[in-house]
DNA sequence: ACGAAACCGGGAAAAGTTCCTTATTTTCCC
DNA sequence: GGGAAAATAAGGAACTTTTCCCGGTTTCGT
């Protein structure tokens, strides 16, 4: 086996995919022949590349990572994606995996684990990293929230990590370009399905689950 | 020293108050001479009974805690208050003690500091559990959010705890007896004082500061 | 290809917010 | 005690947000 394995990297941060490619490059294994800063740059690099895994940040700004997947994985089925992100959270960990990704490492994991999660994802397994599911298939006795939570559409999940954070209405519809109508209406919805009835008690919803930091 | 330390016990909850009831008066220092389930009832109660301490709960239906030390501590400045609260969280803490408390420790602190507490503030020591008020002092660099909240009315206070908790203001308003155009005031003189534009970010700031569990 | 679900937003009524103003009460200081 | 300052309470008017209902498009699975 002569031939590296090629890899993608997406991230906003340029900083970032710097380092990363350093790293993977390092192992004389992996080669990096592409990087997008963004969801739709790296949707059309993939086609052009083809690569044999894409390594991919979830928080980036327009259509975010697990849309990003989404599209990825629509135009084919066969693609690895690995994802590192910041977020340690189950949520983020299924939602990642139901759009299709391959792999989930935290950006604070050890080095070592991302040319292994590569290793693995391209034996065809399905790397999470150690700790990040362990919650998921206890039987958690509370919070049916979570459940809620993980049928939503990616775009009510949108919208409600954006109010919950503390954003306005009128600034989620800027954020993802959508009338603030929309947007309201979005929220409607998604207070009833969580049954409350104040932007407010989203936002103890998502603290609860652990999906806001600091 | 022939006479006991007399004490009146207000909480809303019967069980808690038998329990401290046996506690204060098995070491045959204390004598436990009124109880009391709200704070309109304590204060009527001090002043037939005009006991050595008070030992009370903070988190009461009707007045509250807050507001019940400072009506009796306004009718007698010199009413020794020791409260007992589920809250280990600093806002608390300074608050009680703004409002005239003596002494603070917490529902779970060992059974003996309950009796050491009381014999402190009978000495005219001034009995903070050990640990809670460690933050305050520290120079903390971030957070002046501790500061402005400490500096706010009891109205305001109020207000704010329950509009972070997720109340609606309409329910704040219910609940407080206020007016809802009252409480729309108060939470935008709040939302401005703490530089924020959305009742979200108040829970954030609740959140962070540790005010609220669950 | 057809139904289901997701997505987007218009319109109207209800609810909530902001800003300004007024008034009473409490508190504090000299 | 008298007067300044702060807290408390709330009305009115303009404005924004939210709710509810609806219709339209795109996309997906089978």
Redesign the interface.
Known sequence: MNNKITAVLVDDHAVVRAGFRLLLSSGDKIEVVGEAARGEQAIQLYQECRPDVVVMDLSMPGIGGLETIRRIVQRDSEALILVFSVHHEQVYVSRALNAGAKGYITKNSAPELLTEAIAAIMRGECFVERGLLKNQQDPQPSNDHQAILAEFSPREFDVFRL??????AQKVADQLCLGHKTVANYATQIKKKLQ?????????IA??LGM?Q?
């Open positions: 109010l919950a954070e503390g954003m306005t409350v009835d104040t932007t407010t008690e989203l936002a103890h603290v609860n806001l600091r």
